[in-house]
């Protein structure tokens, strides 16, 4: 990642050169351009590489750090803008949900040294619970919503972000999307601003958020928006691109591409800026026009206020409200607006693409954990990460994930229903505690639930990466750091009942899950066991099958290892299976589960 941002160990590139950037690099290198002095995020896809870019930039010219949750990370940021820094934070459209409470009084507030959120939405839902618009959360905090197109605007939008900030005396977004965040493009860099320095304004009428206080901060609030309003109707950030007079299409971001390729000659209105929309530019456009459509991903913002201004559009008649878009999409849309052809759709392959169900990784410690559940028959809470894959076959032993942390509490809700027989718990990972099981777990104690959680402690936020976080004992650029010891923190909580156990030790593990399940009151349960995959892939001697002793119990298969496969030989009328010594990494599940013994490290099965 750090070739398209540096020239050697600590000298980022210079002005003037071009290199094909990600969104995600793109935004970072546009922080520090603006001379950004503090950034703070927790990891999400699609967000997750600004900070890691970040990192590859000196830390003499700005800190960058991963933290616990994106509020946290949210309120570093703004602890930064009140020193007079020029702060950055970013997160995915559900960390904003987490993030959102200190963003709304921070709104009030407004920056001292400007502050700018990076918030990546993730229409198609490829990697979260749900679609959420940004763009929405903007509009209700009244701050600013630049929307970029392509890397050079993610860059240039980014360090206009801070300037705005400033200017305007208020947070400002830059919205991303996943197309955008992981797109490569070419960039052409600037130059690192030294901006005028700044600090701490003593000025508690406006730092501090008491209601009276607050009361006389909206008028500002409201009148900043007014202004921003109308000054975004002259500001370069949005452009009128001329064409056929016949339609009018106002769009932004990624579609504003999939526009253009589908009709390069349609006058354009591209709006940089998505809220507050650009009341007198939109009319002005509008009247030039004979129709207005409106191309905008997600939620009919845009669509919704310029109805509000009473201008006639469609959106939403001719495009979806869920999904990502793409050029063919955007192709149809217009096409049922009656802008160009349908599209001639070619005839459907007659076969059907085999189903593979999404597995974790070969040797994953999860996979023990969740057998284990499975055997124990218990009511399972499951949570945010790589585990949320136990829902599926061959574990499916997981029957709720609402959100990061809930897990704890969703349980807890469970025990004092009384409704349930089974076991209940609560499964979450070492980062997902830390970022917000440990209030639940207080919870579970003061209330006195009666529920196990389960730690996976796989020593990474593996989900989205291979990150650190407090209880790795590394910091974002690598430092050593002090490490959350699970076990002593539980125990400093108040849970009575602790153990910690090997994820690969199944018999211990499902001999302490039942002594937990049977204690009254709360348990904890710490699986110990690195990923496999982060920071780097863990390999041990592989391990074989003996075809000769297999009898084809197929118990191996319940584990979903993708290195375990169908072989060529039969017992009994059932496949014998084998195991791919190049997917194996030897962690030995698969033998403790071999009821004849056929499964051995591959050494030992070839003298055998």
């Known amino acids: 990642m750090t070739h398209a941002l540096r020239q050697g160990a600590d000298e980022p590139l210079g002005a003037g050169q071009s290199r094909p950037m990600t969104g995600n690099e793109a935004i ?81 507030i407004g920056v001292n040294g400007g502050l700018v959120v990076a918030v990546c939405d993730d229409p198609g839902i490829h990697s979260s619970q749900n679609e959420q618009d940004s763009r929405i959360y903007a509009r209700f905090a009244q701050v600013p919503v630049l929307e970029p197109s392509d890397g050079q605007e993610a860059l240039e939008f980014t360090r206009t972000a801070f300037d705005l900030s400033e200017e305007y005396d208020c947070p400002v977004f830059v919205r991303s999307t996943t197309r955008l965040s992981h797109t490569r493009s070419a960039v052409t860099l600037g130059a690192r601003q030294t901006p005028a320095a700044r600090v701490f304004e003593d000025n508690p009428r406006k730092n501090v958020m008491i209601p009276a206080h607050a009361r006389m901060r909206h008028g500002h609030v409201l009148a900043r928006e007014a202004r921003l309003r109308e000054a975004l109707s002259d500001s370069p950030l949005n452009r009128v691109e001329p064409g056929n007079a016949r339609v009018g299409i106002i769009t932004s971001g990624i579609p504003y591409t999939y526009v253009k390729e589908c009709l390069p000659d349609v006058s354009v209105l591209k709006l940089g800026v998505t809220w507050p929309l650009p009341d007198r530019l939109i009319r002005e456009f509008c009247e030039g026009v004979e129709r207005v459509i409106v191309v905008e991903e997600l939620e009919p913002l845009i669509e919704d206020a310029l109805k509000a201004m009473g201008i006639a559009c469609d959106g939403k008649a001719f495009f979806p409200r869920e999904g990502e878009f793409s050029p063919e999409i955007v192709h ?28 974790l990784c070969a040797g994953c410690p999860h996979v023990a954990c969740f057998m284990a559940l499975g055997a124990l028959d218990a009511r399972v ?14 574990l499916k032993s997981m029957d709720t994930c609402v959100s990061m942390g809930s897990s704890i509490a969703n349980a807890i809700g469970m025990a004092k229903a009384g409704t349930e027989t089974r076991p209940i718990v609560a499964t ?8 917000s099981g440990i209030p ?169």
């Open 28 to 108: 970072a290198r546009g922080v520090w351009e603006a001379g950004a002095r503090v950034a703070a995020a927790y990891p999400g896809t699609p967000s997750t590489e600004i900070l890691e870019s970040l990192a590859a930039y000196p830390a003499a010219d700005i800190h960058a750090q991963w933290s616990t949750n994106e509020k946290t990370a949210m309120d570093v940021a703004i602890g930064a803008s009140f020193a007079g820094a020029r702060a950055f934070t970013a997160m995915k459209h559900v960390g904003m949900n987490v993030a959102a409470d200190a963003l709304m009084s921070f709104s009030y």
């Open 381 to 394: 809470a499951g949570d945010i990460g790589c585990y949320t894959l136990a829902v599926v076959e061959p």
């Open 428 to 435: 979450i990972g070492d980062s997902t505690f830390l970022h």
């Open 332 to 359: 149809d849309g217009l096409a049922k607006a009656g802008l160009m052809p349908a599209r001639v759709h070619a005839a459907p392959f007659e076969f059907a693409p085999m189903v593979r169900p999404p597995v």
């Open 440 to 608: 639940p777990l207080i919870d579970a104690i003061y209330n006195d639930a009666d529920i196990t959680v389960f730690i996976l402690d796989n020593h990474i936020t593996a989900m989205t990466g291979g990150q650190d976080h407090p209880g790795t004992g590394r910091t974002l650029r690598g430092d050593p750091a002090p490490r959350v010891d699970f076990f002593a923190l539980v125990k400093a909580l108040g849970v009575r009942w602790v153990q910690k156990v090997d994820s690969y030790d199944t018999a211990s593990m499902q001999r302490q899950l039942r002594e937990a399940v049977a204690h009254k009151g709360v348990s904890v349960v710490i699986s110990d066991r690195p990923c496999v995959l982060d920071p780097v892939r863990i390999k041990g001697p592989a391990m074989a099958v003996d075809q000769d002793s297999c009898i084809a119990c197929q118990a191996c298969m319940n584990l979903g290892c993708p290195a375990i496969t169908w072989a060529e030989g039969w017992h009994e009328g059932r496949h014998k299976v084998r195991i791919d010594p190049e997917a194996c990494i030897g962690c030995s599940l698969c033998a403790q589960l071999c009821a004849s013994h056929s499964i051995k490290p591959a050494d030992i099965a070839e003298q055998v």
